[in-house]
Nanobody, 121 residues
């Protein structure tokens, strides 16, 4: 069974920084695109940033220049460095990945359980 586990969430003041981590474990043959999404209660889940297996990042316009997504393929880890955080970015942040467990399998979507980020003074 494949699992994604996020960590690094917490309370931070406006303008502060946090670094989120996501660890992939289980039977993994290959990981394709990985990404971070966030969801505020009452709102739809939205893409924050994604990154291909070769390292090409894509960012939501609202976080460009402030957030940096990165991954360590050898360690099966995904990261999100968040700087200059705003109160409206308070949300549960989810790790997301397309994972193949066997060479003959198709890539399937896997989600983490989420980590809460609260931006407040």
């Amino acid at each position: 069974q494949v699992q994604l586990v996020e960590s690094g969430g917490g309370l931070v003041q406006p303008g502060g920084s946090l670094r989120l981590s996501c660890a992939a474990s289980g039977r993994i043959f290959s990981i394709n695109v990985m990404g971070w999404y966030r969801q505020d209660p009452g709102k739809e889940r939205e893409l924050v940033a994604s990154i291909t297996s070769s390292g090409g990042p894509i960012y939501a316009d609202s976080v460009k220049g402030r957030f940096t997504i990165s991954r360590d393929n050898a360690k099966k880890m995904l990261y999100l460095q968040m700087n200059s955080l705003k109160p409206e970015e308070t949300a549960v942040y989810y790790c997301h990945a397309f994972i193949k467990s066997d060479p003959s399998d198709r890539f399937v979507v896997v989600w983490g359980q989420g980590t809460l980020v609260t931006v407040s003074s």
